[in-house]
């Protein structure tokens, strides 16, 4: 074989070291078992995301320009239809964009109200909400809906919100299919009534899950603490139903021309902090260890809403970019590690972890930064594992796979 230079053989070892490195980090971010005992890192922070500390901890939540009145939401309380029928003819009357309810009618009452009831939510403009579940075999089936009688003729959508770990809503799906019939979600159904264009080009983005770009926090009196509102900021406007009935005289004849309507639960009344319909969001200001969820679903849906009328979508950095990222990290280390060892310095190993940790730093500061100024989501774990498994990978190419190179292609 050719003889390299020392130059030439140092780059040479570098780029199969990444090469060898990013295959195997390829191969252990897609076993299909438990990796506790390879991957420790990725377990440990399995229930938290970079998203929860750069939305609740490095974003201005006061911005005036934050308050979107063109989502409405009226509390509903506990349910009841003589009020929700009664506020949704106050609604309908009052020229409302349209009418997402995140609510279910599950049986029939009184024959009258309902009738009422009924009435009202065949209007065009309103849509009702339900959800569905999937089984072992990712199938889907219609699993909780209001009572047909109030379903048949009256424009639905799934109210269903996705997470990828199991403990923290951060997703949802803008189409699903159920019962082999492809629905789209509530937002996205409320959206498209509006303004289709809009909602047309969230679809052209293709994407299976959208991450919620949560800006606007959890409104209410009750609400106005850590964790969940220590701001004391106010995004929608919003109301009680009660009030709402009461005072519907006060709102120009035009206030709701323009506006989606949402009505859901956010508590049995003003003071109440219920945990009822609650959910864990990143905006929760105590991102890790045990807190209180911060959101009930409706305002998850409005902040949807928001993200969709606003076009401000979360871009996700593709997996292919991140091991390529990967690549360039094993072989800048590389080339760190082989100086620092040939040196024999005394504090080695310190020097080393010392270089792990400024490149950890450096880039959470980083993800942090793209995620809260530019919405921009970079996959974290899987980079900052390849800076935490370089150096064990280097020494074991160094010690076991190295001097066999050297003589296959450097004799």
Not at 27 to 56: G, R, T, W
Not at 113 to 125: E, N, V
């Amino acid at each position: 074989m050719a003889h390299h230079g020392p130059k030439n053989k140092l780059e040479f070892h570098a780029l199969f070291y990444s090469v060898l490195s990013t295959a195997f980090l390829f191969f252990l971010h897609h076993l299909p078992l438990n990796q506790l005992f390879i991957d420790p890192f990725s377990e440990a922070i399995k229930n938290h995301d970079i998203m929860d500390v750069a939305l609740s901890k490095f974003r201005d939540h006061k911005d005036p320009k934050l308050f979107d009145d063109e989502v409405f939401i009226i509390n509903s309380g506990i349910t009841d239809r003589k009020a929700i029928a009664k506020t949704l003819e106050i609604l309908h009357s009052k020229g409302a964009s349209v009418i997402g309810l995140d609510l279910l009618f599950d049986e029939k009452q009184d024959a009258e109200m309902d009738s009422i009831l009924k009435a009202q939510l065949s209007d065009k403009r309103t849509i009702l909400g339900y959800t569905f579940e999937e089984n072992i075999n990712h199938y889907s089936v219609l699993s909780l809906n209001s009572d047909p009688y109030f379903t048949k003729n009256v424009s639905k959508a799934y109210v269903n919100l996705g997470t990828n770990d199991g403990f923290s809503v951060r997703t949802f799906e803008p189409v699903h299919s159920i019962d082999k019939e492809k629905d789209t979600a509530f937002a996205v159904k409320l959206v498209a009534y509006k303004h289709p264009e809009i909602a047309e080009a969230l679809l052209k983005r293709n994407l299976k899950k959208e991450w919620i770009n949560f800006r606007r926090k959890q409104v209410g009196s009750a609400n106005g603490h850590y964790p969940v509102n220590s701001d004391e900021v106010n995004h929608y406007p919003s109301v009680f139903m009660e009030d709402f009935i009461n005072n519907a005289s006060s709102y120009d004849d035009d206030y709701f021309v323009n506006k989606i309507v949402l009505i859901g639960f956010m508590g049995e009344n003003e003071k109440a902090y219920s945990m009822k319909d609650r959910y864990f969001t990143p905006l929760n200001e105590k991102y890790s260890g045990r807190s209180h969820p911060d959101m009930h679903g409706v305002l998850v849906h409005a902040n949807i809403i928001s993200m969709i009328q606003h076009a401000d979508y979360i871009n996700e950095v593709s997996e292919v970019r991140l091991y390529i990222i990967a690549f360039l990290l094993f072989f800048i280390n590389f080339l760190f590690f082989d100086r620092i060892v040939k040196k024999n310095l005394f504090f080695t190993v310190a020097t080393i972890r010392v270089i792990q940790i400024i490149q950890f730093i450096l880039l959470f500061s980083l993800c942090i930064y793209l995620m809260s100024v530019h919405s921009i989501k970079v996959g974290f774990v899987l980079i900052i594992t390849a800076v935490i498994l370089s150096f064990e990978l280097y020494e074991f190419y160094h010690k076991r796979i190295q001097k066999k190179i050297d003589i296959v292609f450097f004799k």
